[in-house]
């Protein structure tokens, strides 16, 4: 079993930075996806950003150049740095871990964002 959790959520002013964790633990194998979503009250969950262990790295255009995915492995971590925060990237955000056919989520971590 896989275990997911989110930290780093909170209020942040536009304009300003937050980092995100997601820590990782059970059985992980050499392949696999991890990747940040959000979701914001009506709207459907939307991916912010992916990272493959394969090497591929995907970002939501809205986000290129202010978010970075990253991956300690040492850690078994996954972190979501983002940078010039707007107002309407308020959200929930989530951890997300694909590997083989099973699909796993942390929780969800509150980001907000003030105007």
């Known amino acids: 079993q896989v275990q997911l959790v989110e930290s780093g959520g909170g209020l942040v002013q536009a304009g300003g930075s937050l980092t995100l964790s997601c820590a990782v633990s059970g059985t992980i194998f050499s392949i696999n996806v991890v990747g940040w979503y959000r979701q914001s009250p009506g709207k459907e969950r939307e991916l912010v950003a992916a990272d493959s262990t394969t090497g591929n790295t995907v970002y939501a255009e809205s986000v290129k150049g202010r978010f970075v995915i990253s991956r300690d492995n040492a850690k078994n971590t996954v972190h979501l740095q983002m940078n010039s925060l707007k107002p309407e990237e308020t959200a929930v955000y989530y951890c997300?871990?694909?590997?083989?056919?099973?699909?796993?989520w942390g929780q969800g971590t509150q980001v907000t964002v003030s105007s």
């Open positions: 997300n871990l694909r590997q083989r056919s099973d699909n796993y």
